[in-house]
Nanobody, 123 residues
């Protein structure tokens, strides 16, 4: 049974830092695409960062230079380090994964999702 469990969300002031973690289970192969997405109420889901099965990462322009995605295949964890947080980063963040090494530009129905963790940045 596939499961993705996020942790690490919280409230910080602008300029602060947070680290999100995602614990994955149920994936026989750890060399899979994993990523972070975010979605505010009433807005479209936005891809934040992803990392493919070979370790190549991609970032949305809005977070480049501020967020860093990494993975530990041995521990089946995905991490998103966020620095210089801005009020615009406030929303729910979701961990996602798919059973292949490459990441889609747009996540399809074959993606698995966590329940999300809230990030709130105050000005």
């Amino acid at each position: 049974q596939v499961q993705l469990v996020e942790s690490g969300g919280g409230s910080v002031q602008a300029g602060g830092s947070l680290t999100l973690s995602c614990q994955a289970s149920g994936f026989p192969d750890s060399s899979i695409c994993m990523g972070w997405f975010r979605q505010a109420p009433g807005k479209e889901r936005e891809g934040v960062a992803n990392i493919d099965g070979y370790g190549k990462s991609f970032y949305a322009d809005s977070v480049k230079g501020r967020f860093t995605i990494s993975r530990d295949n041995a521990k089946h964890t995905l991490t998103l380090q966020m620095i210089s947080l801005e009020p615009e980063d406030t929303t729910m963040y979701y961990c996602a994964a798919v059973r292949r090494w490459w990441c889609s530009a747009i996540p399809g129905q074959d993606y698995y999702w966590g329940q999300g963790t809230q990030v709130t940045v105050s000005s």
